[in-house]
């Protein structure tokens, strides 16, 4: 049933893309090639308050890259990479930026999705669970906050629930906002949660009988998690926007890496988490695990690793496509060539 919901909602929004878009995007039109016009970029974020993952896109504001390559970006904060994709592939969006497995979703049943680009390639998760539960399977008939079925936090979850023998059939899905996670879990409403690491930072300073049961970065170092996704058509009309907005995001991962100090009250003023929770989160995110890329940030084996895994715990609906078909590295390439190769620190990609 949730498929043909699915199918039905997809098959609405494509109906009706060609009248979205020409309300969404017009300027973008207008601004293609046109010497210091500006364009205007809608773009869709996966949680209802930015998190740091997605802190890119503030960074790129604040310090003014994006008005630099003359665009301007209005951003609309969504509760998850679901009605992020279903905006991209109806028209409303420009841009999304969603973890794949959506993304892989809706193009394996038609979507004509492409991506471009990525806001943060490796997992920057972690499910957080009372000290209590000392291992997945304890989960066992537990409340499990989750977004909804298919989108990120859910389709975390249930590798680590399959991977210990569970099913969803055996714990108790609750549907929970993504800036509701750390409330509900210190008043016991949930028994888990998958966090952004200054989530994690901040609820295990507030209550001490919580602990980290998985790191997923940890046990998944080789998923991919956050693209920039875009409508194949919207691409062919504006191959240079797409350009311009990915050298604003490269030039924002970059400075990132380069300056922690000008990064943290931005970053922290975006998500509304404290300075000193974001100076941690930092420190683990950019200073431990460099989840950020610098360079094209599209690794083709990590991408094809996380649709197999994808098939394997049955998160993937419809046929798996292609990684060639799924990703078109062309605007990216140009990005690193204008902007130069950061070499150097292994982490850097």
Not at 67 to 90: F, I, M, R, Y
Not at 214 to 231: E, I, K, R, S
Not at 313 to 320: E, I, M, S
């Amino acid at each position: 049933m949730r498929r043909l919901s699915w199918l039905a909602c997809l098959a609405a929004l494509t109906v009706t893309s060609a009248l979205l878009a020409s309300c969404s995007s017009g300027s973008s039109t207008a601004a293609g090639g046109t010497s210091g016009a500006t364009t205007t970029i809608n773009l869709g974020l996966p949680t209802s308050v930015t998190s740091f993952a997605n802190a890119d896109v503030a960074v790129a504001q604040a310090r003014g890259f994006f008005a630099s390559e003359g665009l301007t970006v209005h951003v609309k904060n969504l509760a998850s990479g679901v009605p992020v994709v279903q905006g991209v592939v109806g028209g409303s969006l420009d841009i999304g930026a969603s973890s794949i497995e959506p993304v892989v979703n809706a193009d394996a049943q038609g979507g004509g999705l492409v991506i471009i680009g990525s806001y943060a390639d490796r997992l920057t998760v972690s499910m957080v669970t009372p000290a209590s539960i000392r291992t997945p399977a304890e989960l066992r008939g537990k409340r499990l906050g989750i977004q909804t079925v298919g989108a990120f936090r859910e389709v975390m979850t249930r590798m680590v629930i399959e991977n210990a023998g569970l099913t969803p059939s055996n714990v108790a899905y609750v549907p929970v906002s993504s800036d509701g996670y750390t409330g509900a879990l210190v008043q016991g409403s949930i028994q888990s949660a998958i966090l952004q690491q200054e989530q994690v930072t901040n609820v295990l300073q507030r209550d001490h009988s919580l602990h980290v049961l998985v790191n997923l970065y940890q046990a998944l170092p080789d998923y991919f998690y956050g693209t920039y996704v875009v409508n194949r058509t919207w691409l062919t009309h504006h191959p240079q926007t797409a350009q311009k907005f990915l050298t604003a995001i490269v030039r924002a991962h970059r400075f990132m890496y380069r300056n922690k100090a000008a990064t943290v009250p931005i970053v922290a003023h975006a998500t509304g988490f404290s300075q000193q929770v974001i100076g941690q989160a930092y420190d683990v995110l950019l200073g431990h695990e460099g989840v950020f890329p610098v360079n094209q940030g599209l690794d083709a084996a990590h991408i094809a690793t996380t649709i197999q895994t994808m098939e394997r715990y049955k998160t993937l609906t419809g046929t798996a496509p292609a990684v060639s078909s799924l990703v078109d590295t062309g605007p990216i390439s140009a990005v690193v060539r204008q902007l130069g190769v950061w070499t150097g620190d292994p982490r850097w990609h």
